[in-house]
């Protein structure tokens, strides 16, 4: 028989033959059921920490202190807060994200955000790839804006190569992140929904998605994680028909918006909940190293498309989409107008995609074309050479930032004259823009927090690389 409490006293094994009276609530000790190898394991006093550790030390592994930068004037006394971990396996975090928050009852005092949970060591397994290979590891970093991964990493690969992309290929490139940005978005606009319980706006935007994601798979053959950006230009042609589904998709995106804007734009529900929530000035965000959406809702038009044009992109005509308080609403609309603003490019691209090569003429970076593997031993050989050893890159360091979904996405890369990098270094915009969770989570209501956590976009992926 297990110990357990009665009303007045402990009762063990040597008293089970007598009656005994015990509360309706009868409260088991942990462990008392288990082999004896077992107890020791689970018994609650053998989990505590070393006698040797510091009090502050023991108080900062359970849990019970939040330390961050940015910390206000203490209110009220110790007794009066708690610490509760937000994540890192709540789905309101948006991947495995752990918030250390300091509550005064319902009011979120302090925040430390906890990365780490999804480490997959990306810029250092770059190192063991070569050039060729680079874009299938930094496609599943932003695993929300795959192309615009594998266009950095492109870009400051050609960079180093001093190597001319075709009109076709980067109008090929533009087209794909365009249309990935919208993807992105609408991920951000359906779980933000979720999250401040707009349940029609998880499907609605996931809807909109698929549509999107099927023309990736027509054309990559992957809807994710596509590889399909490489450096010399992209790994394949558009395929048969591309013109009838970017029509099919410009058709059917703009009233889809139009359908949000009168769920959610002017919603009492939806403004009550964004509004003035979240707030973040613009000298806040710059010396945080804070851009993208978050950045451009405070009212600074910043956009790498206009402040440092690549591939081209500045032959199309756009706006940079801005808004005026910084806050969770303007975030959302921000995200809103570069949909339809990318809407315009895509539009752009498809009326005026150039002819011909769709990657550069350079056969010692450039794989052979397909069909000439079956007639040619040459271009056999160079087609295994190439996929097995890679391309030596020219000896130097190089740095390429375009802008994602979610701001300025930099790759940095060093070579020593091998077919692989010396040194990748990825300029991820959700790491950067965590910081500002802190500042915007200060002296909020805790369910006001979800809702600014959403707007921030945060894709984990891209913190823990």
């Known amino acids: 028989m297990s110990d357990r409490i009665g009303s007045d006293e402990m009762v063990g094994d040597d008293e089970a033959e007598g009656k005994v009276e015990t509360t309706e609530q009868d409260l088991w000790f942990s462990g008392t059921e288990e082999p004896e190898w077992l107890v020791g394991a689970t018994h609650e006093p053998a989990q505590e920490m070393h006698k040797e550790e510091t009090d502050e030390r023991l108080r900062q592994?359970?849990?019970?202190v939040v330390d961050d930068d940015y910390v206000g004037d203490e209110i009220v006394g110790d007794d009066e807060l708690m610490i509760v971990n937000l994540g890192p396996q709540h789905p309101s975090t948006h991947g495995v994200l752990r918030?250390?928050?300091?509550l005064e009852g319902e009011i979120v005092r302090r925040v430390k955000p906890i990365i780490g949970y999804l480490h997959t060591g990306m810029e250092k397994t770059a190192e063991t790839l070569t050039f060729m290979q680079g874009p299938t590891n930094v496609t599943r970093m932003d695993y929300l804006a795959p192309f615009h991964n594998e266009l950095a990493f492109s870009l400051a690969t050609e960079q180093l190569l001093g190597t001319e992309i075709p009109p076709r290929a980067e109008a090929i490139r533009v087209l794909m992140t365009e249309l990935n940005r919208i993807s992105s978005h609408l991920v951000a606009l359906a779980t933000g929904g979720m999250d401040v319980g707009a349940l029609s706006m998880m499907l609605y935007g996931f809807r909109e998605r698929e549509v999107i994601l099927a023309f990736f798979e027509k054309t990559t053959g992957l809807r994710m994680n596509h590889n399909y950006i490489r450096p010399g230009g992209v790994a394949a042609d558009l395929p048969d028909g591309w013109e009838d589904d970017i029509e099919g998709i410009l058709d059917q995106l703009p009233g889809a918006l139009d359908e949000f804007d009168d769920l959610l734009k002017e919603n009492p529900i939806w403004k009550g909940r964004l509004?003035?929530?979240?707030?973040i000035t613009t000298e806040e965000a710059l010396a945080h190293s804070i851009t993208g959406p978050i950045l451009r809702s405070t009212g600074l038009a910043h956009d790498l498309r206009k402040a440092a044009p690549y591939s081209g992109i500045d032959r199309y005509d756009f706006d940079v989409a801005v808004g005026e308080n910084g806050?969770?609403?303007?975030r959302y609309r921000v995200k809103v107008i570069e949909i339809q603003e990318s809407i315009k490019i895509v539009r752009q691209v498809a009326d005026t995609m150039p002819r011909g090569d769709w990657k550069a003429d350079d056969r010692k970076i450039v794989p052979p074309p397909r069909k000439r593997i079956d007639e040619s031993m040459e271009a056999l050989i160079h087609h295994f050479k190439i996929h097995t050893e890679g391309f030596k890159v020219p000896e130097g360091e190089a740095y390429v930032a375009i802008e994602s979904p979610r701001g300025e996405l930099g790759c940095y890369l060093v070579s020593d004259g091998g077919p692989n990098p010396l040194?990748?270094?990825?300029?991820?915009p959700s790491f950067a823009n965590l910081q500002a969770v802190p500042l915007m989570l200060s002296d909020s209501m805790l369910a006001d927090a979800i809702a600014a956590l959403a707007?921030?976009?945060p894709v984990l992926g891209d913190v823990d690389r």
């Open 61 to 64: 592994q359970l849990g019970i």
């Open 99 to 102: 918030l250390n928050v300091e």
């Open 275 to 279: 509004v003035d929530n979240g707030i």
């Open 327 to 330: 806050d969770s609403y303007d």
């Open 423 to 428: 040194r990748m270094h990825t300029r991820a």
């Open 455 to 457: 707007s921030v976009d």
